[in-house]
């Protein structure tokens, strides 16, 4: 069973940083890239970054660009996004995406084949 589990959000102040963890099983991880998305209420899934780990490529949204890196363990089938300068329109349900192949370029949220249930990352003002 493919399982996409995210972890470590939570509230923190502007400025400040989280690490997001999306931990995978059931699918090799190698195989796969791995995206992340958010979704802050009222408004559509966006897309964050994706890695490609075997491929050594990662991809982010040019408005998020400099202020998240994601990067894997690829023994620990982990994909991680540090975030940090956040800001308080950074506040979101953030999820993890697996999708087969490697991509060259971002890709929007309907191209990927599973999601984790998302962790929520509240930044206040």
């Known amino acids: 069973e493919v399982q996409l589990v995210e972890s470590g959000g939570g509230l923190v102040q502007a400025g400040g940083s989280l690490r997001l963890s999306c931990a995978a099983s059931?699918?090799?991880?190698?195989?796969?890239?791995i995206g992340w998305f958010r979704q802050a209420p009222g408004k559509e899934r966006e897309g964050v970054s994706c890695?490609?780990?075997?491929?050594?490529?990662?991809y982010y949204s040019d408005s998020l660009k400099g202020r998240f890196t994601i990067s894997s363990d690829n023994a620990k089938n982990t994909v991680y996004l540090q975030m940090n300068s956040l800001k308080p329109e950074d506040t979101a349900v953030y999820y993890c995406?697996?999708?087969?192949?490697?991509?060259?370029?971002?890709?929007?949220?309907?191209?990927?084949?599973?999601w984790g249930q998302g962790t929520q990352v509240t930044v206040s003002s």
């Open positions: 995406a697996a999708v087969l192949g490697i991509v060259s370029g971002m890709l929007s949220y309907g191209e990927y084949d599973y």
């Open positions: 059931g699918f090799s991880f190698d195989d796969y890239t």
């Open positions: 890695i490609s780990s075997s491929a050594g490529s990662t």
